[in-house]
């Protein structure tokens, strides 16, 4: 004998299937981030640096401050949007957006040589490529000109 389901059975078999993986038993099998845990995604909060916006470009006084000397990382923040920028020479600087591909969070920490989302632990060399997921896309880069202790990002 073959015992049918009306729709209410199914329901009901929904509801308390959602209720069990909402359980932590449930929750092996459900989809999430695989980045870095919380308590362990590396990294120190970067300084930030303000940002002046003229003719469509974002300009950075450097003489003074953590983007002083090369190695020096920082996040530069304008009313154009924040990017993350690192000196890597005398006179060349890289800049990309501060914006995580994976879900949009503000890149804000640093280890001295990546970038690190505080979200979910993506991280990102200074050129902007995906070093640890959840990320799977790079960072936008852009231009950079200096000279006369100010950069230029456009």
């Known amino acids: ?3 049918t389901f009306d729709v209410q ?16 038993a449930g929750l092996a099998f459900l989809p999430g981030c695989s ?10 909060s970067l300084s930030t640096v303000s940002g ?16 002083a000397a090369s190695g020096g990382m920082a996040l ?4 154009a949007g924040q990017f993350l920028v690192a000196r890597t020479g005398a006179s060349t ?12 969070c503000v890149v804000s920490l640093g280890t001295g040589t990546s970038y690190v989302c ?4 993506s991280e990102f060399d200074t050129s ?3 070093l640890v997921g959840p990320a799977s896309a790079p960072l936008q880069q852009f231009q950079t000109q200096f000279a006369n202790n100010v950069l230029t990002i456009s």
């Open 1 to 3: 004998m073959t015992k």
């Open 9 to 24: 059975d199914r329901r009901d078999f929904c509801k308390r299937l959602a209720s069990a993986a909402a359980g932590t």
């Open 35 to 44: 980045g870095n845990p919380m308590n362990s995604i590396p990294g120190s």
């Open 52 to 67: 002046t916006v003229s003719n469509g470009a974002v300009t950075v006084n450097v003489a003074t401050g953590p983007l």
């Open 76 to 79: 530069v923040s304008s009313t």
């Open 93 to 104: 600087f890289v800049a990309v957006t501060a914006q995580c591909t994976h879900q949009a």
């Open 118 to 121: 505080p979200c979910h632990g």
């Open 128 to 130: 902007g490529h995906v």
